[in-house]
T-cell receptor, first 112, second 121 residues
Framework: SQQGEEDPQALSIQEGENATMNCSYKTSINNLQWYRQNSGRGLVHLILIRSNEREKHSGRLRVTLDTSKKSSSLLITASRAADTASYFCATDLSTGRRALTFGSGTRLQVQP | GAVVSQHPSWVICKSGTSVKIECRSLDFQATTMFWYRQFPKQSLMLMATSNEGSKATYEQGVEKDKFLINHASLTLSTLTVTSAHPEDSSFYIC?????????????????FGPGTRLTVL
């Protein structure tokens, strides 16, 4: 079963704007990861944030984690048409289950 | 970096045939491999967890007799879709975890293969 939900399900913005995606989860985690997937392709690992971290940056990406609210957000700044893809959060649970549990995903469309 | 490959990248088959998909960790030994399935415009759903040398653990609702998983070595796991039907058409993705400290990877890290698109006619 899926760990949680992402919102929005779909997001359409203009090039240069910022895109924010949110992820909520249900149980305690070791870490939370964000992935990108271009249509029909494999996953690209973007960033991992551990449960004891609150914010992490990588290039134009900024991820926050609020374990009290069981939520995370991914911010892509100065978006580009090439950022068009689906974005998934995935949680590594504390319960010992070793597989990642994926959120429902956000489809981002960046208009040139 | 750690690389996981899948073969084939895509396959088209007739209904009723069996299809085998291979997942290989190329530069590390994977104690655990995972198989996910993704239907169009949906998220990845875990099908089963495969541990080297032991039987796979299947998620609820996944038929173990239909989706045969073999993890015979530390670098190879196979998923066989038996008697495939059109509803089995999907994108199948594997991932691998080294699972031991002191190895190539941060032992808890998981690496994904590029996926296999299965189309059953």
């Amino acid at each position: 079963s899926q760990q949680g939900e992402e919102d929005p399900q779909a997001l359409s913005i203009q090039e240069g704007e910022n895109a924010t995606m949110n992820c909520s989860y249900k149980t305690s985690i070791n870490n939370l990861q964000w992935y990108r997937q271009n249509s029909g392709r494999g996953l690209v690992h973007l960033i991992l944030i551990r449960s004891n971290e609150r914010e992490k940056h990588s290039g134009r990406l900024r991820v926050t984690l609020d374990t009290s609210k069981k939520s995370s957000s991914l911010l892509i700044t100065a978006s580009r048409a090439a950022d068009t893809a689906s974005y998934f959060c995935a949680t590594d649970l504390s319960t010992g289950r070793r597989a990642l549990t994926f959120g429902s995903g956000t489809r981002l469309q960046v208009q040139p | 970096g750690a690389v996981v490959s899948q073969h084939p990248s895509w396959v088209i088959c007739k209904s009723g045939t069996s299809v085998k998909i291979e997942c290989r960790s190329l530069d590390f030994q994977a104690t655990t491999m995972f198989w996910y399935r993704q239907f169009p415009k949906q998220s990845l759903m875990l099908m089963a967890t495969s541990n080297e040398g032991s039987k796979a653990t299947y998620e609820q609702g996944v038929e173990k007799d239909k989706f045969l998983i073999n993890h015979a070595s530390l670098t190879l796991s196979t998923l066989t879709v038996t008697s495939a039907h059109p509803e089995d058409s999907s994108f199948y993705i594997c991932s691998a975890r080294e699972g031991v400290a002191g190895g190539l990877t941060s032992y808890n890290e998981q690496f994904f293969g590029p996926g296999t698109r299965l189309t059953v006619l």
